[in-house]
Every structure is written in structure tokens, then in C-alpha cells.
């Protein structure tokens, strides 16, 4: 068995090798791109995809389904107060932000806090918990405060238990209304980087969290109603690394014996390929699928809306861009569109699977099981879209934090300091930049390919039936691949 993860690690080390440099390298604009043969590419990168659904027919089942399979396991022993101290000082953080939101400089490109959220945060906390796992589950600044309240005298003397009682008949729809609401703020409110109209978003969205934990308890908050706690779960499945807290109650006398005090956590790390954990048996709940789903569409939609094409679909000169206020109507109409035509499309693959294979089981199901086979591609996207920010503009939010309160500040000795990305001064690293666009994009379809065709042959078991089940998703992927290429090479208002 060793020896196979082996052979297979070193089967991936030529694809690794390709994906750190079209990560590093992705970085600016558009205006270089439409000189290349962007045909030749979609066309391209639409046969590797569908290639690559038919390589798997060849190689045999073992195989194939052996690699989502191995698991190193390291028991780590921690104090039990080290995840709620983190969780406090990323609340002081957050608190800094609101302060420097509310006091700090009104431009955008010089306060702390809109840089941070959008050049660093969002993209980086997205590509941190696909390499590392879930460390969102740690960082999020409101469980730290609710364990010490928890673990309060006050509280144990009275038997605190939460008020209400979640009915879980709704699901994860808190959480898609939650993350529907943040994107609409990214990509369609006129003015998401105002630092005081942020600072007022971020309290109001702490505030909301905390009333939420007392009232529900944390596992069923933190499950279905915050979103960032969905979303970044959702992307760890991405991870090779997954973290589990060891039941005590099962292992009392081991954990004795090794000197593991009440006082201490014991988590169990498992460690396994990259989208492996995708493969895990889970068939999720339709409200669940409805949250993947959106979180690809946002990210597509944001794409998509700045490009000629959307302009002109709705009546816009795209040389003579009239700013986001007079687009609003039309935005929130475009992002709820490209919603439900991925949902659409998603759900016309699915129950064509049902007809074909999948016979007695209901639609829903039938969506909520192959749905983590597309969380690769949003994770894909997510990347290629927001990546170039955070390395275009990094040096900018250091030096916003030399100065926070614009009271003068130079602590970081950066204050007045010019950013100059100087890697974008080649314009041949442009060409490079698209060549790695392109392999990204193909390469997490080509993952999503694998991945569903995984959960299909754990629940059909022969590979014929599996494969006819996949040929809508093969067709799926193949599309989508070919419409992630065209956004790509598409003229912008970027």
C-alpha cells in the first residue's frame, strides 16, 4: 500500500510542478490575451477534459478509486484553550478593522480595512484552507468569546442551555442568503470598499453571529447559518489535510494511559491526496447543493459581468462604463440568472444521470451526491479570478496598516512609499499568465471528471454503469470548461 501512495505521489509531482507557477504567475489584465489563439485553446481544453473522462474507462477500478482511499493518520494534543485564544485575538483583529473602518482614511486604497477584506482575506482565507484544511473552524472571531462565556461560573451555576431550538427543516438556507447577500455586496453594490459603509457591514455581521450562537448553540449555528463556516468547510474537502476531535468517551483509557488530562484536546489529522475527501461517502442535503452551487455561480457571474459581451447584453457602451450605481438593477438581475443557468444545467445533468442509471432514487438526491464533484471548479475560479489582487496589490495593504488612523503614523516605515508591482512590468509574462489561466481552469475540471466519477463508481460498482452515468456531467464539464476559457480570453472593462 505504501508503495502505491508512492508511485501515485510521484505520479502528481510533474502536475504540481505546472500548478505553482500558473498560480504564482496569475496575475493582470486581458489586453494582451485576445492577440492569442484563444480558439485553438477553448477547443483545447475541451478535448483534455473529455479525454480525460474516457482515460478513466481504461484504468481499472482499483485504481482508480484506490487514491481517494489512503489516510495517514498523527493524533495531535493540544490545550483546550489554544483554539479559543486565536479565535479571540482574530475578534480584536476584526475589531481593529471596524475602528479603522469607521476612523481611518475614507480612501479606499489607504484604509486598512476594505484592503484587507477584499485583497487579502477573502482570496487568501480560500487558498489557505485548501492547502492546510479547515482553519477557519480555529480563526472565526466569534467562538472564542462564546466558549468563555460557556465556560463562565455565571453560566455553569444556571445550566445554561440555548433558548431555541433551529428547525432544520431549513437547512443551510440562512447560510445562502447570507453568502448571496455578501456577494451582491461585492459584485453589484456601488460602493463595497467604502471603509465606513465595510466597518458598519463587519460589526453588524459579529453582532449577528454572537446573538446567533446564544440563542442556537454552536454546532448547529456554526453548521447551518454562517455562511463563511459552509463556505470554507466546503473548500477544505479540497485539502489533503482534514482534522477530527478524537471522541474522548470511546478512548478514556487510551487517553489516560498517555497522560491526557481533562484540560488538554486530543484531534485526529488525516492526511490523504489533494480532493480526495471529495470522494468521502456523503450525500448532501438539497439546500447544501443550492449553497455550492451559488458560490460557483457568484464567482462565474463576477467574470462574466465585466466583460463586452455582458455590456452589451445590456445596452452599455463598454468604452464609456457609467459605473456600478446605474447597474445595479441589471447586475442583480444578471447574477440571479447565471445562478439558476448553472443550477439549471446541474440539475437537466442529474436527472438524465437518474434516467439513465440512478433510477430509484429522487432527483434531489441525485444532485446532492455528485454536487462536491463541482467544488474543485469553484475553488478553480475562485482562484484564477482573485489571486492577481492579492499579489497585485499586497504591498498596498501593508502600508495601510503603517498608518490605520491617519493621525500621521509611520509604524511600518512603508508610509509614502509607492507600490510597484514590478512583475508586471514584462508584458511577455502576460503571455505566460493566460498559458497558466488555461491549465488551471482544465486542470480542475479534469479533477471534477475524476472525483464524480468516483462517488459513481462507489454507488454503481461497475465501471459500464458508471460511466454512463457520467456522461451528462462529462458534457457538463466539457461545456464549462469551454465557457471558463472563453471568459478568460474575453475583452474587459478590468
Known sequence: MKGAFIRQMLLLLPLL??????????????????????????AGGALVVAASFALLALIPVRRVVSATEYRGKVLVVRSARVGVWI????????????????????????????????????????????????????????????????GSKILRRIN??????????????PSIAVFFAFAWVELVHPYPADPEFLSTLIAGYLLYNFIGLLLFGKRIWLQYCEA?????????????????????????????????????????????????????ERRLRLSHTIFIILALSTVSFDGFSRTFTWLSIIGVNPLDYPGRTLLM????????????????????????????????????????????????????????????YVVANFQTVYASFSDPFELGWNLLGVSGVPAIPSFLKDPYQVYYVYYAQVGLIVLVHVLAVYIAHVIALREVKTVRAAMLSQ????????????????????????
Open 228 to 280: 463563511f463556516s459552509v463556505f470554507f468547510e466546503m473548500v477544505s474537502w479540497i485539502s489533503p489535510i482534514a482534522v477530527r476531535e478524537w471522541d474522548r468517551s470511546d478512548n478514556e483509557t487510551a487517553l489516560s494511559h498517555a497522560g491526557v488530562g481533562d484540560g488538554r484536546r486530543v484531534s485526529q489529522i488525516l492526511v490523504t491526496l489533494p480532493t480526495a475527501n471529495l470522494a468521502r
Open 87 to 150: 479565535s479571540v485575538a482574530s475578534l480584536a483583529f476584526a475589531s481593529f478593522l471596524v475602528f479603522a473602518g469607521r476612523y481611518g482614511s475614507r480612501d479606499p486604497l489607504e484604509n486598512p480595512a476594505p484592503l484587507f477584506i477584499w485583497f487579502l482575506w477573502w482570496p487568501g482565507m480560500t487558498i489557505i484552507t485548501a492547502l492546510l484544511g479547515n482553519v477557519w473552524a480555529v480563526l472565526n472571531p466569534w467562538t472564542g468569546v462564546y466558549e468563555l462565556l460557556m
Open 160 to 173: 445554561y442551555r440555548p433558548p431555541l431550538r433551529y428547525p432544520e427543516k431549513l437547512g443551510y438556507i
Open 471 to 494: 456522461i451528462p456531467m462529462m458534457f457538463l464539464m466539457v461545456g464549462y470548461t469551454m465557457f471558463g476559457l472563453w471568459l478568460l480570453s474575453s475583452p474587459s472593462v478590468d
Open 17 to 42: 510542478a505546472f500548478l505553482f507557477p500558473a498560480v504564482a504567475a496569475h496575475v493582470s489584465g486581458r489586453g494582451f490575451i485576445l492577440l492569442l489563439p484563444t480558439n485553438l485553446f477553448i
Open 329 to 388: 438593477g441589471a447586475n442583480s438581475v444578471g447574477m440571479l440568472a447565471t445562478f439558476s443557468a448553472i443550477a439549471a444545467v446541474y440539475i437537466l445533468a442529474c436527472w438524465l444521470a437518474k434516467l439513465l442509471v440512478f433510477h430509484g432514487w429522487r432527483l434531489s438526491e441525485t444532485m446532492g451526491l455528485f454536487v462536491p464533484s463541482i467544488v474543485p471548479i469553484a475553488l478553480g475560479y475562485h482562484i484564477a479570478h482573485y489571486f492577481p
